[in-house]
């Protein structure tokens, strides 16, 4: 990525955050879902987080297919956020541990 993609993106995903803020009075890192899901440090932890939301909604048709794809999700973002290159536009979707 290169550095004016970069600042692209960090604007792109700063004004999306602020328009989400302005939307739903509430600040995206301090909701209470992305307090605990800050906790999650690896792809497993972070589809058995996603999958027990989705278990809370009860047993519904394509509820597999969700598991799924979060499980898919789950570990290319957690790849991603640990290939250097890409490692500080991680950072934006949350914070790493201190």
């Known amino acids: 990525m290169t550095q004016q ?3 692209r993106f960090h604007g792109l995903f700063d004004a999306a955050l602020q328009s989400y803020e302005e939307t739903t009075n509430i600040t995206l890192a301090k909701h209470p879902l992305a307090e605990k899901l800050n906790y999650c440090h690896s792809s497993e932890s972070v589809t058995l987080f996603f999958r027990d939301r989705a278990l809370e909604f009860g047993d519904f048709p394509g509820s597999d297919k969700v598991v799924k794809s979060i499980t898919n999700i789950a570990s290319i973002l957690c790849s991603l956020s640990a290939a250097a ?9 949350r914070s790493r541990r201190s």
């Open 5 to 7: 993609q970069s600042s």
């Open 85 to 93: 290159t890409l490692g500080n536009a991680t950072d934006l979707v």
